[in-house]
């Protein structure tokens, strides 16, 4: 049932053949899934080699070959839908129906890019003597090593492959070693759609030490990483040591303001089954939850009555809301947030400790009337963990929002257009929804202020970076 794992080197994909690998694992109840081989160093150097090869004559196909790739990796990826989304769902835990829904977001963000690379313009600026024509273009960076998490690890990862192939890049991509199927996927989708040998290479390992060799290496111009903010930090240091360009989509900690105004029960719904999600491992995940006094009492009541409904189980399980954490890793920190949280005074108003024997199973928890020095307020908690607290105004609130150093995503319930225009005007954060959530279009660029990351994903900003601008001036 779960497909065999591979490299993708240079168009040809590579199995254990000596190679030492990793075992994966279903994070529902531990079941050996299939090995993941790891790169050798020599495969690495191949890689590398290969990308830079392709990149030669990738850099000046026509825009129109390469949309022509793009929209055949859709096509086939709605096709292959089923399959493509159960295999996550065995090495990641979401639900199916949840596996599905990122497969088909996966094809538009192909589809998407396929329609943008084809109006990568340049520009004619006036010259101040007649003779003289003045052209800006916009030309590939090179060598792209792009590293992807297991979160959402197909649409993390199509997100920057589309865009950095669609701009005329070639890539190097480590996808997440923990949930690794749904990149073999990709590689079949963009080998099945034609891609040239080399464009695309897929390598597993020991993540720093990858990230390491790749960023060090003088054919590598770009590093594109999606994880966690302490993570982004020594990858930037080390990318700016050898002055290479950067994307960051790092973590958040996404604070929720309920207003006096808002329809309570309507919001407390809503951002209940939001919570749930991916087992709350979502780096826009609502997080930290201010709700003014009038209607705290009422929305904790709601909330919790929402959330504790909440059907959790093995993702292949007709019903199944919400799975388990994806590794062990997460499931402690999680719980230390949460204890941390209650020692301090939090109140527990539901969940709190991890389910049953097998598998990494934490329920939603709900914690309220903490300080704002509590651990949880302050650390993204990446777990079905909501932290509840009281404001009185929206001066007072917007300060709190913005006392973190994260500046993803926020989420905003109000009636009043003064108080919506207000607080999306002085809430530090890339997305601001108010009164629903829509950010995850392709259409709409995706990325974070602060230590949240650096650039975006997706929107008409898709290509900004993996460009760079030339100035040409001729007489
Ligand atoms: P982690 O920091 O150990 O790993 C996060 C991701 O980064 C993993 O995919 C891992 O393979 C990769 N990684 C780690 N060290 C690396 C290195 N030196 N070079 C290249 N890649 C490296 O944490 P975790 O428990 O697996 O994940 C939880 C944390 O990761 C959360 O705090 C969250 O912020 C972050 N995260 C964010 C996103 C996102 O969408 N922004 C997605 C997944 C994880």
Redesign the pocket.
């Known amino acids: 049932m779960y497909p065999p794992l591979s490299l993708y080197i240079n168009g040809r994909f590579l199995s254990g053949e000596g190679r030492q690998e990793q075992d994966v694992r279903d994070p529902a109840n531990s079941q050996l899934l299939g090995h993941l081989p790891w790169a050798s160093d020599d495969d690495l150097m191949q890689a590398v080699l290969a990308a830079h090869r392709a990149f030669e004559t990738w850099r000046i196909s026509s825009p129109m070959e390469r949309s022509a790739v793009l929209r055949k990796v859709g096509e086939l990826a709605r096709e292959r839908a089923d399959a493509i989304a159960r295999h996550i769902t065995l090495d990641n835990g979401k639900p199916l129906a949840e596996a599905h829904s990122e497969v088909l977001n996966s094809a538009e963000h192909a589809e998407w890019n396929a329609e943008e690379c084809r109006r990568i313009y340049g520009r004619v600026v006036p010259s101040r003597n007649p003779a003289v024509r003045q052209l800006v273009v916009r030309e590939p960076v090179g060598v792209c090593a792009a ?6 690890p197909l649409s ?1 990862a199509i997100k920057k492959v589309a865009a950095a192939i669609g701009a005329g890049c070639t890539v190097i991509l ?5 949930s690794p199927s749904a990149i073999v996927a990709l590689a079949q989708l963009f080998h099945d759609a034609g891609l040239p040998p080399g464009v695309l290479n897929v390598v597993w390992g020991v ?2 030490d ?3 060799r790749l960023i060090e290496s003088p054919l590598v111009r770009k590093l594109s ?7 982004g930090k ?2 930037a240091a080390l990318a700016g040591a050898h002055m290479k360009r950067i994307s960051m ?4 900690h996404s604070p929720v303001l309920v207003f006096n105004d808002a329809d309570v029960d309507t919001a407390a719904g809503m951002l209940a089954r939001f919570k749930v999600r991916n087992a709350g ?4 995940s609502p997080s930290r939850f201010y709700v003014q006094d009038q209607v705290y009492e009422r929305f904790v009541a709601a909330f919790k009555l929402a959330i504790e409904s909440t059907q959790i189980g093995h993702g292949l399980a007709p019903g199944t809301q919400m799975g388990p954490l ?2 062990g ?2 499931l402690a ?1 999680v719980d230390e947030l949460v204890q941390q949280a209650v020692s301090v005074g939090g109140e527990l108003v539901c969940g709190g400790q991890k389910l049953g024997e097998s598998g990494h199973f934490y329920p939603p928890t709900v914690i309220a009337g903490l300080p704002d020095s509590a651990r949880v307020m302050n ?2 908690p ?1 777990g079905p963990v909501a932290a509840i607290t009281r404001f009185k105004d929206t001066e007072e609130v917007l300060r709190r929002a913005n006392s973190v150093p994260y500046g ?1 995503a926020s989420y905003v319930f109000t009636h009043s257009v003064t108080t919506a225009t207000r607080v999306s005007n002085g809430l530090e954060a890339g997305m601001v929804n108010i009164n629903h959530f829509g950010m995850a279009h392709p259409e709409l660029p995706f990325g974070g202020m602060k230590d ?2 650096m650039g975006s994903e997706g929107g008409t900003e898709t290509f900004d970076g993996f460009l760079t601008t030339k100035m040409i001036t001729q007489i």
């Not at 590293?147 to 959402?152: E, I, K």
Request: net charge negative.
């Open positions: 590293f992807s998490p297991w979160n959402f993390q480590k996808g997440p070693e923990e993540p720093s990858i990230s390491r990483f999606t994880g966690s903010v302490p993570v020594q990858l989509e790092l973590g958040g491992q979502v780096c826009v994806v590794h890793r997460r920190a650390e993204e990446f993803l949240s990351g």
